[in-house]
T-cell receptor
Framework: DTGVSQNPRHKITKRGQNVTFRCDPI?????LYWYRQTLGQGPEFLTY????????KSRLLSDRFSAERPKGSFSTLEIQRTEQGDSAMYLC???FGTGLPEAFFGQGTRLTVV | AQSVTQLDSQVPVFEEAPVELRCNYS??????LFWYVQYPNQGLQLLLK??????LVKSINGFEAEFNKSQTSFHLRKPSVHISDTAEYFC???????????FGQGTTLQVKP
C-alpha cells in the first residue's frame, strides 16, 4: 500500500464551475477525513466518514460542498459554483479509528479559482 | 472546545544548533497530541505522537516532544538541526471519539547554513 492518494494534484477552474476531487485512503482504514488549508494557515476540518457514513460536517462546509464515500472505500469532495474564496489546498486523511487514532495524509489537491 | 496555539510563526536557526518549537493546547477532555511536518506543496507527514504512557516521545530523525499536562504543552525539540529539517511544523490535538484533528497555525523552521 502506497498510502493515501489524492487526485488531481492541481486544479485550476473558472469561478462558477463545479469541481470534484478524489481520495483513496489506506485500504485497511475505516475513517476518512477532509481538511482545507489556506496559505499560511493550519489545516481546518471539513468532514469525516466512518466507513460509508458521513458522521460530522464542519460549519465551513457550505451547501455548495458535498462529500461522499460510497461503499466505504474512496471518497469524493465536490464543490459547486466555485468562488475565489474556495482557492486552497484540500487534504484527505485516513485512520484505523478508535485505538489507533493517528491519521495519515495524502499529498493534497491544490485548487485555484480564477 | 479544543484549540492549539503555536507560539512562534517563524523560527530561524543555524545548522547544528538546537531548536524548540512551542505548542500549547486547551481542552476539557483527555487528548492525543501530534506533530506533523509539511514540505512545500506536499501533504502532512506524521512526525510523532503522544497517545498515553511515557510523556517523552521521540521520532526516528532525532526530534522529541514532551507532553506536560499541568502546562498544557507539547513542545518539539531537536538538539542539532540539519538543512533538510527546513519545513512547516504543525501541532495538532485530537480529543474526540471522531479522531478529528485541531491544528495550530504552524511554525516555519528555517535552518541556515
Amino acid at each position: 500500500d502506497t498510502g493515501v492518494s489524492q487526485n488531481p494534484r492541481h486544479k485550476i477552474t473558472k469561478r462558477g464551475q463545479n469541481v470534484t476531487f478524489r481520495c483513496d485512503p489506506i485500504s485497511e482504514h475505516n475513517r476518512l477525513y477532509w481538511y482545507r488549508q489556506t496559505l499560511g494557515q493550519g489545516p481546518e476540518f471539513l468532514t469525516y466518514f466512518q466507513n460509508e457514513a458521513q458522521l460530522e460536517k464542519s460549519r465551513l462546509l457550505s451547501d455548495r460542498f458535498s462529500a461522499e464515500r460510497p461503499k466505504g472505500s474512496f471518497s469524493t469532495l465536490e464543490i459547486q459554483r466555485t468562488e475565489q474564496g474556495d482557492s486552497a489546498m484540500y487534504l484527505c486523511a485516513s485512520s484505523f479509528g478508535t485505538g489507533l487514532p493517528e491519521a495519515f495524509f495524502g499529498q493534497g489537491t491544490r485548487l485555484t479559482v480564477v | 472546545a479544543q484549540s492549539v496555539t503555536q507560539l512562534d510563526s517563524q523560527v530561524p536557526v543555524f545548522e547544528e544548533a538546537p531548536v524548540e518549537l512551542r505548542c500549547n493546547y486547551s481542552s476539557s477532555v483527555s487528548v492525543y497530541l501530534f506533530w506533523y511536518v509539511q514540505y512545500p506543496n506536499q501533504g502532512l507527514q506524521l512526525l510523532l505522537k503522544y497517545l498515553s504512557g511515557s510523556t517523552l516521545v521521540k521520532s526516528i530523525n532525532g526530534f522529541e516532544a514532551e507532553f506536560n499536562k499541568s502546562q498544557t504543552s507539547f513542545h518539539l525539540r531537536k538538539p542539532s538541526v540539519h538543512i533538510s529539517d527546513t519545513a512547516e511544523y504543525f501541532c495538532a490535538v485530537s480529543g474526540s471519539n471522531t479522531g478529528k484533528l485541531i491544528f495550530g497555525q504552524g511554525t516555519t523552521l528555517q535552518v541556515k547554513p
